[in-house]
């Protein structure tokens, strides 16, 4: 037992000493023990200087555990040891600001990770973690602000322990240090440590944490916002803004070039939340900390002249942005916003800047020259699909955009696309079943179009792994077999995961019939139809157990 808590342990070690540097605040107390209970309840609990965990969140060693669950362990172990500061040095005042305990140790997670752990590449998953899931939820109606609910009862006190509170809250911390970093070198942790200073062994609200992190950043200018005026949209306000770039003369989408002018609303994932919505929550507005570029510069046409704009002045919070800027798609190419997925909200595109997207990412990872980032591009998947449901682009379209990913290695990108790919999966499939002829026609379509995707990122990961791997390859081999078997790629679905219980027989384990034999090296082109022993239903039924889940794709 004593070897499965050494990774624990070392992981504890290395990030303490990490955190006591990053927060400028030492460990007050002489000692932590971290504890594994059997059948504890939570994942784990923040005790002071007594940490308890549940046993899968705790125990592990590489021999014995796969990559996911030690990054697992890593990641409660550093996220529970934040808490040290961000929950017990420093308490919310009360449970509607739980997101200070939560969001605080949710983003400060992925630094002790990366610190103690850095193969595992965790900033990686940052988008797929938190941000993405975030926004999703927030595009609702029916979603609720950071902090100011009316919080009184354990059920309310419950409620609180969300996506909301932990993702949401992990995001716009997440922004505000990026927006810190631009500002000034080092700010962040100088505001940081001047929180934790000010208000060690005593309660807080959000208002103090944003007034401590000013300290750090020069006083604003007459008329300029202030850092707690500029938050306040995120943490008041339900919801979550896009960011539309839009021609100022209709009639230039015809040519792809003219005037772009720059505007936010409240985003919404549904036809239904718009519907719910009101006048006022439609109105509502946010601080925009803006970040773009152009593919080609942009200097001659002024997209350079915005982009420095938006970096002098910290972005924009009205509904039109004052700056405008010539285009022309030919010329300089595309525009990115939001660089690095770093700010909370979407943002959409003409068509013409949505095709020169496409077209520069398919050119990068097939010359390898190009300079958007896995992040750059997971966010583009993720904002592209979710216009589709907002009804601002068209399914079409947006399929035609991501044809890149045939071409994708980054598993930061493929797992934005395998969540987004299968959700709108789901939504053609009718509630009635089994679906009229031509909505199947459809699924199957649409099946073969994203295998199209999918096999070739699995033919280059390869089915076998080997010691060097990283673990963004390893997520991506077991995302892209699941995917693979899930939109009906034969061999993926029968190969790998029966013949080896059947001496090479594929055998259905809906209907138990025995199908094709295929050599257990062959490959596609290889099969024959040579007939197979057939086994007795019994020994079927029992070697077969742990794939019953998968749906007979034959017709019985």
């Known amino acids: 037992m004593a070897d499965q808590l050494t990774f624990a342990l070392d992981t504890a070690v290395a990030s303490l000493e990490y955190y006591n540097e990053f927060f400028g605040v030492p460990f007050p107390l002489p000692k932590c023990d971290l504890v594994a209970v059997p059948d504890f309840a939570a994942g784990a609990m923040e005790n002071w200087g007594l940490v308890t965990f549940r046993e899968t969140a705790l125990l592990g060693t590489a021999a014995l555990s796969s990559t996911a669950e030690l990054e697992r362990v890593a990641v409660v ?132 944490l944003w007034s401590s992190l000013s300290t750090a950043l020069p006083a604003p200018g007459a008329g300029d916002l202030t850092l707690t005026q500029r938050v306040q949209s995120y943490t008041t306000s339900t919801g979550v803004p896009v960011v539309m770039f839009e021609w100022q003369d209709p009639s230039s989408a015809a040519t792809g070039s003219g005037t772009i002018v720059v505007k936010q609303r409240r985003f919404y994932a549904s036809q239904f939340s718009v519907q719910r919505a009101t006048a006022a929550e439609k109105a509502m507005l946010w601080w925009i900390p803006l970040t773009l570029k152009a593919e080609n510069g942009g200097a001659a046409t002024g997209v350079s002249a915005a982009a420095a704009a938006a970096a002098q002045s910290g972005g924009f919070t009205t509904a039109t942005w004052s700056t405008t800027f010539d285009y022309d798609a030919d010329r300089d190419g595309y525009i ?63 399929l035609d955009f991501v044809k890149f990913l045939k071409h994708e290695r980054s598993y930061t990108v493929w797992r934005t696309a395998f969540s987004a790919l299968a959700h709108l999966r789901g939504v053609m499939v009718p509630d009635v079943l089994p679906p009229a002829a031509d909505v199947q026609t459809c699924l199957d379509n649409y099946d073969v179009y994203v295998r199209g995707l999918v096999v070739p990122v699995l033919t280059a990961v390869g089915w076998d792994g080997a010691a060097s791997d990283s673990t963004s390859v390893v997520f991506l081999r077991s995302s892209a077999i699941s995917a693979a078997s899930m939109y009906g790629d034969p061999y993926v679905t029968w190969v790998p995961l029966l013949a080896a219980c059947t001496g090479g027989a594929l055998i259905c384990v809906v209907c138990f019939r025995t199908l094709r034999c295929l050599p257990p090296a062959g490959t596609r082109s290889q099969r024959h139809s040579a007939a197979s022993r057939r086994l007795k239903r019994t020994r079927t039924r029992r070697s077969l157990t742990r794939t019953s889940s998968l749906r007979c794709l034959l017709p019985l």
């Open 336 to 398: 990115k916003a939001n660089l690095n997925q770093t700010g909370y909200y979407r943002v959409n595109y003409p068509s013409a800047v949505w095709a020169k997207l496409g077209a520069a990412i398919e050119s990068q990872l097939t010359t390898g020259s190009g300079s958007l980032s896995a992040n750059d591009r997971s966010g583009l998947v993720e904002d592209s699909f979710a216009m589709i449901y907002s009804g601002l682009q068209q399914a079409e379209k947006v």
């Open 77 to 208: 172990v550093c996220h529970e040891l934040a808490h040290q500061w961000f929950g017990n040095l420093v308490t919310m005042k009360w449970w509607d600001y739980l997101w200070l305990n939560e969001g605080f140790a949710t983003f400060v997670e992925f630094i002790g990770t990366q610190a103690s752990n850095p193969g595992f590449g965790i900033w990686d998953q940052f988008l797929g973690d938190n941000l993405q899931p975030a926004m999703r939820v927030d595009g609702y109606v029916a979603s609720h602000p950071l902090s100011g609910r009316v919080v009184n009862t354990p059920q309310e006190i419950e409620s609180q322990f969300d996506a909301i509170s932990y993702s949401k809250g992990s995001s716009v911390i997440r922004m505000i240090a990026s927006y810190m970093q631009s500002q000034v070198d080092g700010s962040f942790q100088q505001g940081l440590a001047s929180y934790l200073n000010t208000y060690k062994y005593s309660n807080t609200v959000a208002d103090q």
